[in-house]
């Protein structure tokens, strides 16, 4: 069986289809996570049954499969490449705030083996913002404070200043979810005791 994918969208009407095997359905704006659809994108939908509909069912949500960045701004270069020399210890783990003290950030990354405890620390927080949890970790970015809010005014119009010294760091799922963003002085990995 093939996966849902978009067959029609427009967004100035905010509606379209998805498309599968089992059939073509019909959505409209109130079931999209997005308004960005691209004609042929996998997506996840869920599903309500409704016999006075064609097909049987409305869809009742509808979300991009891949994650979808809210802004892309220039990575902070030198912490992006200290970030790239660990960040395979955390990719695809699923990972939750542990707790926020002396304004640090413990994010907690689980792992299946006997391996010694992980957790990517925030230092110097100013902000938080999103889940306290993700699935499966996908990236972790660093961005510039100007740069992120030149590039999505909206989504940081919300957010207090943020100092020069501090970077907008996103931690990234693999599956289309929230981001958690931080807004803090420093990253680094710990392994062992936290």
């Known amino acids: 069986m093939s996966a849902w994918k978009i067959a029609s969208f427009d967004r100035v009407l905010a509606r379209g289809t998805i498309a599968c095997d089992l059939g073509t ?27 006075k509909r064609e097909g049987g069912y ?58 010694p405890e992980r957790w990517i620390v925030f230092g110097g927080v100013v902000m938080i913002q999103g889940p306290p949890e993700i699935e499966e970790i996908g990236a972790v970015r660093a961005f510039g404070p100007s740069d992120v809010l030149r590039a999505s005014p909206e989504l940081a119009r919300h957010w207090p200043a943020i100092p020069d010294h501090c970077v907008v760091y996103r931690v990234e799922p693999i599956g289309f979810a929230a981001a958690l963003t931080v807004a803090a002085a420093s990253i680094r990995l710990v392994v062992g005791a936290a």
């Not at 959505?27 to 016999?51: H, K, Q, R, W, Y």
């Not at 979300?63 to 992006?80: H, Q």
């Not at 955390?90 to 003290?101: M, P, Q």
């Open 58 to 115: 409305d869809v009742t949500r509808i979300a991009p499969v891949k994650y979808r960045a809210p802004y892309e701004a220039e990575l902070v270069a030198p912490i992006a490449e200290a970030i790239d020399a660990w960040v395979i210890e955390v990719l695809g783990r699923h990972a939750w705030i542990e707790r926020v003290e002396d304004d640090c950030l413990y994010l907690r990354v689980e792992d299946d083996s006997y391996r």
């Open 25 to 51: 359905l019909p959505f409209d704006a109130n079931a999209a996570v997005v308004d960005d659809f691209v004609i042929g994108e996998e997506v996840v939908v869920t599903l309500s049954p409704n016999p």
